[in-house]
T-cell receptor
Framework: DTGVSQDPRHKITKRGQNVTFRCDPI?????LYWYRQTLGQGPEFLTY????????KSRLLSDRFSAERPKGSFSTLEIQRTEQGDSAMYLC????????????FGAGTRLSVL | RKEVEQDPGPFNVPEGATVAFNCTYS??????FFWYRQDCRKEPKLLMS???SGNEDGRFTAQLNRASQYISLLIRDSKLSDSATYLC?????????????FGTGTRLTIIP
């Protein structure tokens, strides 16, 4: 499978714990995006990398959230001191960066904070 | 006003019928437009890019109206397998500003 891969698929955690998600983009895609989606809403942009550089961050990304893409390949999204409001589907997408910027999504990590 | 707005539905449509969705966007500088399909508890999958001249892919036709700032999706001869949520997304293609902005999605159910 050469699509965007996310791990884990599901995560259940207790409030206050830290969680980390991983995203492996499509090979040779230099752009990588994180989105968050809650029930009944469309995906909301969180942050974006071009290679290893984090170029844009949403105001949704509080200081408890951090994302990295250290070698310009896979990326991690960490949430510290999780809150119940963090419960959502976290989606990763990648793009080759060509014109029209078509983004391809992974299956997502569904986070439940108890 | 939301940047991208869609009628959330649900649309319940008999099999074989034609159904159309609209999506409006507020940023006149938007340059790229897409329709994604999302099945329940799955990831969004690209259905179509939307071009200024309009484009068609089998039973699906997408149109862009820049003057009125909306895009549309038409599904002809609907199938049971078309039941899903349809998300429109827009993008202002600009270095450092490449996020997709999505609507809330329109839920479609095709009834046998």
């Amino acid at each position: 499978d050469t699509g965007v891969s996310q791990d884990p698929r599901h995560k259940i955690t207790k409030r206050g714990q830290n969680v980390t998600f991983r995203c492996d983009p499509i090979s040779e895609h230099n752009r990588l995006y994180w989105y968050r989606q809650t029930l009944g809403q469309g995906p909301e942009f969180l942050t974006y990398f071009q290679n290893e550089a984090q170029l844009e961050k949403s105001r949704l990304l509080s200081d408890r959230f951090s994302a990295e893409r250290p070698k310009g390949s896979f990326s991690t999204l960490e949430i510290q001191r999780t809150e119940q409001g963090d419960s959502a589907m976290y989606l990763c997408a990648s793009s080759p960066g060509a014109a029209k910027n078509i983004q391809y999504f992974g299956a997502g990590t569904r986070l439940s904070v108890l | 006003r939301k940047e991208v707005e869609q009628d959330p539905g649900p649309f319940n449509v008999p099999e074989g019928a034609t159904v159309a969705f609209n999506c409006t966007y507020s940023n006149s500088a938007s340059q790229s437009f897409f329709w994604y399909r999302q099945d329940c508890r799955k990831e969004p999958k690209l259905l179509m890019s939307v071009y200024s001249s309009g484009n068609e892919d089998g039973r699906f036709t997408a149109q862009l109206n820049r003057a009125s700032q909306y895009i549309s999706l038409l599904i002809r001869d609907s199938k049971l397998s078309d039941s899903a949520t349809y998300l429109c997304a827009v993008n202002k293609w600009d270095f450092g500003n490449e996020k997709l902005t999505f609507g809330t999605g329109t839920r479609l159910t095709i009834i046998p």
